[in-house]
């Protein structure tokens, strides 16, 4: 009887023991992932910012020349940007006051690039975004793009942007005048590297679609008020 106790008591003491090790390492993966995953996508958005940065000074450098008052103005837009950049930029995900900030500071500082008359602009944003966040950039890069590849200075362009709350989802629609015949290689930050961000935060939990009709390009965004995984 003793004999078989004790074999009783070592199996449950072997069991215990591979049981905790099982736990153990379950943790331990699901923090290389939660790892891995927060690398991947400070990684992508590495490849965004540079982009976005260059394509900006840009801007502010074809001022110089045409109209020095102009490029002052521009700077300080600018440097209202780059606080966005830097001091919130760390994260996976900003709220979205502060991206809807950045947008509005972008479309401030193209509205100098552009006459008046050039571009129609329109946007409706929410009133009360607080405790929601964004993947930091992927709105405004789908702005930037609108004004990229949308412009023409010979036709009448526009850019439509809304942004809603619903049901626990942050739905973004950009919608920009479509010009087949000038340039619209649609390169910039590409889809992909979004489709990246957006597979890591939220899983499959998000819808994006692009398509074009009626000389529109228009893009679709419905994600969650909160990502998939959360991080410290």
């Known amino acids: 009887m003793k004999v078989i106790m004790a074999v009783l008591l070592m199996g449950v003491g072997v069991g215990a023991f591979y049981y905790v090790e099982s736990r153990r390492k379950e943790r331990r993966m699901k923090e290389l992932e939660a790892e891995n995953t927060k690398q991947q996508l400070e990684s992508l958005r590495y490849q965004i910012n540079p982009h976005f940065l260059m394509n900006t000074l840009n801007n502010i450098h074809a001022l110089v020349d045409i109209d020095p008052e102009k490029a002052k103005e521009s700077i300080e837009v600018f440097s209202k940007m780059m606080r966005v950049l830097l001091y919130e930029g760390d994260a996976p995900t900003i709220p979205l006051a502060k991206e809807l900030d950045f947008i509005v500071h972008f479309i401030s500082l193209m509205r100098l690039r552009y006459p008046e ?35 023409s200075y010979s036709t009448a362009s526009f850019i ?73």
Do not use: W
């Not at 129609?120 to 702005?143: K, N, R």
């Open 117 to 151: 008359d050039a571009v129609q602009i329109e946007t409706s944003f929410p009133q009360d975004p607080s405790g929601v966040v964004v993947p930091p950039l992927v709105m405004a890069s789908f702005v930037e793009n609108a004004f990229k590849h949308g412009i």
């Open 160 to 232: 439509r942007i809304k942004v809603a709350l619903q049901d626990g989802k942050v739905i973004f629609h950009c919608s920009n005048s479509y010009h087949p015949s000038e340039e619209d290689s649609r390169h910039g930050i590409g889809l992909d590297n979004v489709m990246k961000r957006l597979s890591l935060l939220y899983g499959k939990g998000y819808v994006l679609s692009t398509d074009v009709e009626e000389g529109r390009y228009n893009v679709l965004m419905a994600i969650p008020s909160q990502p998939e995984i959360q991080y410290s």
